[in-house]
């Protein structure tokens, strides 16, 4: 049972719980930095145990890329902050316990300890956690910041000082999704249930385009998209669909001037060369290709040295990172989670939430992000790959043909049965 709630905390933290704890913070006045950091050490003990107790699983193909890359990295770790004694954006402390505690260790936790029988618990606290998260959002936040002068800009992007604007967009999405997944998965729902999910998702779109941020706005695209492309000829995805496009059309109906002077202006300042966050991307993009020319094998640096950061996309960190040892089993693992995700959509319709949310961070993570603080996009690939090697598409092949156990209403299986495997 103890096993069980580590496993729960471990995954909802590292989907959606930070942002419940930054409004909290907030709210309260708590310093989120040293609250936050408290937490993120909870999570990894959380994986350390989980991992020890499911040390006995078999290995296979997913654990050996996992593995392979885990050892590239942190060799790359060691040689630039501690060998070369490079210039760093973060201590040298902060990317190990980001990279090992935040992201890799809960990965393998989730991978080898996420089993069938979690799922209804697990789906049903990441939607609380994600609609608790939106609704405080939308009333904490606002688009002003202030200068240490104390003078106020208004940015015309909703964030607070512990949640930024890129955070904030992800979220609304990740409601939307996780919304859009508990009614796919439903045979039948009652008029209550189709206004919860109505409100969730409204909130997150509400959310998204208050944060003004393009990011969030592609990744969401993408995976309606996707959804569409792999469930074309069933009735549900259809009404989603065309309820997406009525809510798009009625939001340029009533809010065009907030869309036009925000997201659109937004888009339009890159094609026309103007923005400059942008700009700085693609000089950090050019010189981690540079870096990773330079060796190609093992890759130079932790961080794009011409902008002292991250190149925002991981596929292109991680040649300039780890080389060709570490990128490839890293590619490896984002197509085969890809795959599965295309697989749950299709067939297992209980983790179509999850599948939606590997989608849309699989996306961020090409537009902005880092591996040593993608958390959300590591946990979420693991899972999808443990639901896919697991035999749970098997389990719900034979049983298509009955009635499913719908989430979050399902009475059938005590919260926290059976043992953790």
């Not at 990744?219 to 569409?228: D, E, Q």
């Not at 959509?345 to 961070?361: C, D, G, N, S, T």
Request: glycine share 8%.
């Amino acid at each position: 049972m103890i096993l069980r709630g580590f496993f729960y905390y471990l995954v909802v933290w590292s989907l959606v719980g930070y942002s419940l704890l930054a409004g909290i913070n907030h709210a309260i006045g708590l310093d989120n930095s040293v609250v936050s950091l408290g937490f993120r050490a909870i999570g990894g003990l959380c994986a350390a145990a989980l991992i020890a107790f499911a040390a006995r699983r078999r290995f296979d193909f997913n654990l050996l890329m996992i593995l392979i890359f885990t050892v590239a990295y942190a060799t790359q770790l060691t040689l630039t902050l501690h060998l070369r004694q490079e210039p760093s954006a973060q201590e040298p402390i902060d990317y190990w316990a980001w990279a090992m505690g935040g992201c890799i260790f809960p990965a393998l936790a989730t991978y080898l300890c996420l089993t069938e029988d979690k799922r209804d618990w697990l789906f049903r606290l990441v939607l609380a956690v994600s609609a608790l998260s939106t609704v405080m959002m939308l009333l904490l936040g606002n688009s002003m910041t202030y200068l240490p002068s104390g003078m106020g800009i208004d940015t015309g992007r909703w964030s607070i000082p512990t949640f930024n604007p890129i955070a904030m967009g992800h979220l609304g999405v990740t409601t939307i999704l996780v919304s859009f997944g508990w009614f796919l998965n439903q045979r039948r729902m009652k008029v209550k249930q189709l206004a919860i999910v109505g409100g969730l998702v409204a909130a997150g779109a509400l959310l998204l385009l208050l944060a003004n941020s393009r990011g969030p706005l592609v990744s969401l695209g993408a995976c309606l998209f996707t959804l569409a492309l792999s469930r074309f000829n069933r009735k549900r995805t259809a009404a989603i669909l065309i309820i997406s496009g009525f809510g798009v059309a009625v939001l340029f109906a009533t809010q065009y001037e907030l869309i036009y002077e925000g997201i659109l202006r937004r888009f339009s300042m890159v094609s026309t060369g103007q923005d400059q966050a942008t700009e700085l991307r693609l000089i950090a993009i050019n010189g981690a290709w540079d870096q990773f020319l330079t060796s190609p094998l093992m890759g130079d640096g932790i961080e794009e040295r011409n902008t002292g950061f991250y190149p925002h996309n991981v596929i292109l960190e991680a040649l300039m990172t780890t080389g060709l040892i570490g990128a490839i089993p890293f590619v490896l693992l984002l197509t085969k989670a890809t795959h599965a995700s295309w697989t749950i959509m299709r067939k297992h319709e209980e983790f179509i939430w999850l599948a939606l949310i590997q989608v849309q961070y699989l996306i961020a993570a090409q537009l902005s992000g880092a591996i040593y603080q993608a958390t959300s996009l590591w946990v979420s690939v693991a899972a999808v790959l443990a639901v896919s090697s697991k035999g749970f598409f098997s389990t719900s092949d034979q049983t298509s043909k009955r009635k499913r156990r719908p989430l979050v209403t399902s009475p059938a299986r005590p919260a926290f049965a059976g043992p953790v495997r």
